[in-house]
């Protein structure tokens, strides 16, 4: 089965071709961020813009790698040999979203395919299960814990098998990859989801003297909630305090730290309680080492094989969403799909 996926949520316009779920075709990007790393933050109606004047060329770009590496001989062979369309309809930001949506809508109307929505939390998991080098989704066993980080959500998920998600627990105020760029940006590395450029930043820290000694919020707790304003708070203090005494590349290591200590903490305890064969980690925040290294190493101790998505599948695209449409092909009745731009993952 071969799936068109649409990504629109925020400021990356995507499209992608996946076969059987797991067999990346071809897939193209436009992302605005560039402009939105000059105001600081994303700007709605700008990421709205974009998406409109993107999306046509990434759908065009799309097709020409699909024709080429089905070795078809047109682009309406492309069209006929399409089984569905997989579009994300929350959460994000609203007006991104509809240009995605509508561009759905249109395509699934003229080609007469079904039409998939995806939500984009649920479509982050599914990074991991496009075949890689690395691993081979089916190797993945249920149930599973996932952890999704990215710059809006910080959820535990048990996953009990495709389409069967129970919300565990999920931040209380900022989301980790928010905790990551407001950091970034006191640091002065990055105005715009600085999460990489901070992580490479602490990378650089040879020995961490700040070792254990910032706030690890909740993490004795048993629930599987998470907090990481008061170390957001914390940090820009100690920054404000100590920027003379302390280099830059030690207080993001021990920032980075405490946010991977809290994360690799509850994902292990939710792993224990519920008895899991897999852990899965998505989202954007997914890409940062330290997180992926620590997770795999200490529930080696567990014997839970930990899967995370090739780095290039963490942060926004089409190719998971079309991934998830397949594992989860439930085709809308009509042409009727509502944007969601708040929408949890269950
Ligand atoms: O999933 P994503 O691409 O977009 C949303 O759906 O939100 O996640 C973006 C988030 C941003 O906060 C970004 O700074 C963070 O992921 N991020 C990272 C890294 N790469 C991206 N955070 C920490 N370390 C990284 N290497
Ligand atoms: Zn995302």
Same mark, same amino acid.
């Given at each position: 089965?071969?799936?068109?996926?649409?990504?629109?949520?925020?400021?990356?316009?995507?499209?992608?071709?996946?076969?059987?779920?797991?067999?990346?075709?071809?897939?193209?990007?436009?992302?605005?961020?560039?402009?939105?790393?000059?105001?600081?933050?994303?700007v709605?109606?700008?990421?709205?813009?974009?998406?409109?004047?993107?999306?046509?060329?990434?759908?065009?770009?799309?097709?020409?790698?699909?024709?080429?590496?089905?070795?078809?001989?047109?682009?309406?062979e492309?069209?006929d040999?399409?089984?569905?369309?997989?579009?994300t309809?929350?959460?994000?930001?609203?007006?991104?979203?509809?240009?995605?949506?509508?561009?759905?809508?249109?395509?699934?109307?003229?080609?007469h395919?079904?039409?998939?929505?995806?939500?984009?939390?649920?479509?982050?998991?599914y990074?991991?299960?496009?075949?890689?080098?690395?691993h081979?989704?089916?190797?993945?066993?249920?149930?599973?814990?996932?952890?999704?980080?990215?710059?809006?959500?910080?959820?535990l998920?048990?996953?009990?098998?495709h389409?069967?998600?129970?919300?565990?627990?999920g931040?209380?105020?900022?989301?980790?990859?928010?905790?990551?760029?407001?950091?970034?940006?006191?640091?002065?590395?990055?105005?715009?989801?600085?999460?990489?450029?901070?992580?490479?930043?602490? %990378?650089?820290?040879?020995?961490?003297?700040?070792e254990?000694?910032?706030?690890?919020?909740?993490?004795?707790d048993?629930?599987?909630?998470?907090?990481?304003?008061?170390?957001?708070?914390?940090?820009?203090?100690?920054i404000?305090?100590?920027?003379?005494v302390y280099?830059? %590349?030690?207080?993001a290591?021990?920032?980075?730290?405490?946010?991977?200590d809290?994360?690799?903490?509850?994902?292990?305890?939710?792993?224990?309680?519920?008895?899991?064969?897999?852990?899965?980690?998505?989202?954007g925040?997914s890409?940062?080492?330290?997180l992926?290294?620590?997770?795999t190493?200490?529930?080696?101790?567990?014997?839970?094989?930990?899967?995370?998505?090739?780095?290039?599948?963490?942060?926004d695209?089409?190719?998971?969403?079309? %991934?998830?449409a397949?594992?989860?092909?439930?085709?809308?009745?009509?042409?009727?799909?509502?944007?969601?731009? %708040?929408?949890g993952?269950?």
């Amino acid at each position: 089965m071969l799936i068109l996926g649409i990504e629109s949520s925020c400021d990356e316009t995507a499209c992608a071709l996946v076969k059987d779920g797991i067999y990346e075709i071809a897939s193209s990007l436009a992302t605005s961020s560039e402009l939105h790393e000059k105001t600081g933050g994303v700007v709605p109606e700008i990421a709205a813009r974009k998406q409109v004047e993107f999306i046509v060329p990434v759908l065009e770009d799309v097709f020409t790698k699909g024709v080429k590496e089905l070795k078809l001989t047109n682009k309406q062979e492309l069209v006929d040999t399409i089984d569905a369309i997989a579009v994300t309809y929350g959460p994000g930001l609203i007006g991104s979203l509809i240009v995605g949506v509508e561009a759905a809508k249109a395509l699934s109307f003229a080609w007469h395919k079904p039409l998939i929505p995806v939500n984009h939390l649920v479509g982050h998991i599914y990074g991991n299960f496009l075949k890689t080098q690395t691993h081979n989704s089916m190797d993945i066993n249920f149930p599973a814990i996932v952890l999704i980080v990215s710059g809006g959500h910080t959820d535990l998920v048990l996953m009990r098998d495709h389409g069967k998600l129970e919300y565990l627990g999920g931040t209380l105020d900022d989301a980790a990859g928010e905790a990551f760029d407001k950091v970034a940006r006191i640091l002065g590395v990055g105005d715009y989801l600085g999460g990489a450029k901070l992580s490479k930043l602490a %990378s650089e820290c040879a020995v961490n003297v700040l070792e254990n000694t910032f706030p690890r919020p909740k993490i004795n707790d048993t629930d599987f909630d998470f907090s990481f304003s008061g170390l957001k708070t914390f940090t820009k203090r100690f920054i404000e305090q100590n920027s003379d005494v302390y280099n830059k %590349s030690i207080i993001a290591k021990e920032f980075e730290n405490a946010v991977v200590d809290v994360l690799v903490k509850k994902t292990l305890l939710a792993a224990q309680k519920y008895d899991v064969k897999s852990i899965l980690l998505g989202g954007g925040v997914s890409a940062n080492i330290s997180l992926r290294t620590e997770l795999t190493n200490k529930a080696q101790a567990f014997g839970i094989p930990v899967y995370v998505p090739p780095i290039r599948l963490c942060t926004d695209n089409a190719i998971y969403i079309a %991934s998830a449409a397949f594992f989860n092909f439930t085709p809308v009745a009509s042409f009727d799909i509502e944007v969601s731009p %708040s929408l949890g993952i269950v």
